[in-house]
Structures are given as structure tokens and as C-alpha cells.
T-cell receptor, first 112, second 115 residues
């Protein structure tokens, strides 16, 4: 069964600091991996999408990495801001499949 | 403006009273999907549709029905709601989904409470 596991479940960081979120998956055959940001009570918004051949992609202060060999991805947030407080969800797609596999998310709280 | 809309945004109902949550997208997307989100469980897919008149079950389809008579609309139907269907529901759409890198756009969510 395709699975996506994220860690940590939650974290608290001070404004201006960096943090890294992890995503491990067992989805096969792998097609692409997405990171979403979800503000409380709102729909997820796409941050990055990476295919098998890409091992890093940035979107402003967000940088995602992918190691398709070890089936791991990370999302690095640089110089965090209060607006980064949200849940971050890792989503993996299998090649040729219409279904997506979602991680449970990591809740990030940025404190002043 | 390109968007996915859901109605209603909030709904409180009673057990057994049939309800429909509408979803509409204005981006001519082929793929549409419904998710529910519960604390600690993340997003779970209920049903999805690859195109008009083509739908399939996701991971948690029990107690739900869908239809895709037109490309832009994908309503979620609860024939006999029960309290365990109390949840936050999201509709999403993308151009095509099968193993592509198309961005999936989510609606604003519908918070359903079944008493």
C-alpha cells in the first residue's frame, strides 16, 4: 500500500529561524512529489512539485529536496515569518495513477 | 479569476437528512476530487472523477455519492448523514491528474456537522 509519512508532527520555531520538515514515502512507481501549505481552515495551496529527475526546487523562502533513491523529501523554510505558521502537507503521485497519497502533515508554529 | 468554489461553507444538519455539497471550477479541468480532513488524519480522498461521467472511489467512499454530469461541477451527496461524517470537506481540481505535475487547486472547504 502506498504510504506517506511526515515528521515531525508539529514544531515551534522563533521568527527568523530556519526549519526542515521531512517526508518519507513508499509510493511506487514514483511520478512526482508535491508540498502544500495549508493555513488553518483553508484549502491547501501548492508550494512545489518535483519529478523523479529533480532533486531540488525553490519557491521563495521554501526549498524542497527529493532523493528518489531513498524515497525521502524535505522542505526547508528559511528565515521564518509569522505567516509561515501553517500545516505543510507532502503528497506523492504514482505513475499512471489518478489517486494521490497524502501525508498527515506537519504543523509549524512561528513565534515572535 | 480561476477558482474552485464550494457551497455551503458551513452546514449543521441532523442524522439521516440528505444533503448535497456543491463544487464548481472555472478552469476547464478534467480531474476533480473530494477529500475529508479530520484532526490527526490529514486529507483522505473520498471520490475522484477523471472526466465527465467517469468517477471512482478514493480511500474512504462509504456513505458518500458523487456525480459528474458536467465538466465544471462535481457535487458530493450524503444520502443519510451520520455523526462520523462530521468533518472538513475539500473539493479540488486539476487539468489532468494521471501521473502528471499539474497543480491541484483546492476549494475553500465546507465544515459539516452532523448531530
Amino acid at each position: 500500500k502506498n504510504q506517506v509519512e511526515q515528521s515531525p508532527q508539529s514544531l515551534i520555531i522563533l521568527e527568523g529561524k530556519n526549519c526542515t520538515l521531512q517526508c518519507n514515502y513508499t509510493v511506487s512507481p514514483f511520478s512526482n512529489l508535491r508540498w502544500y501549505k495549508q493555513d488553518t481552515g483553508r484549502g491547501p495551496v501548492s508550494l512545489t512539485i518535483m519529478t523523479f529527475s529533480e532533486n531540488t526546487k525553490s519557491n521563495g523562502r521554501y526549498t524542497a529536496t527529493l532523493d528518489a533513491d531513498t524515497k525521502q523529501s524535505s522542505l526547508h523554510i528559511t528565515a521564518s515569518q509569522l505567516s509561515d505558521s501553517a500545516s505543510y502537507i507532502c503528497v506523492v503521485s504514482a505513475f499512471g495513477d489518478y489517486k494521490l497519497s497524502f501525508g498527515a502533515g506537519t504543523t509549524v508554529t512561528v513565534r515572535a | 479569476e480561476a477558482q474552485v468554489t464550494q457551497n455551503p461553507r458551513y452546514l449543521i444538519t441532523v442524522t439521516g437528512k440528505k444533503l448535497t455539497v456543491t463544487c464548481s471550477q472555472n478552469m476547464n479541468h478534467e480531474y476533480m476530487s473530494w477529500y475529508r480532513q479530520d484532526p490527526g488524519l490529514g486529507l483522505r480522498q473520498i471520490y475522484y472523477s477523471m472526466n465527465v461521467e467517469v468517477t471512482d472511489k478514493g480511500d474512504v467512499p462509504e456513505g458518500y455519492k458523487v456525480s459528474r454530469k458536467e465538466k465544471r461541477n462535481f457535487p458530493l451527496i450524503l444520502e443519510s448523514p451520520s455523526p462520523n461524517q462530521t468533518s472538513l470537506y475539500f473539493c479540488a481540481s486539476s487539468l489532468i491528474q494521471r501521473g502528471t505535475t499539474d497543480t491541484q487547486y483546492f476549494g475553500p472547504g465546507t465544515r459539516l456537522t452532523v448531530l
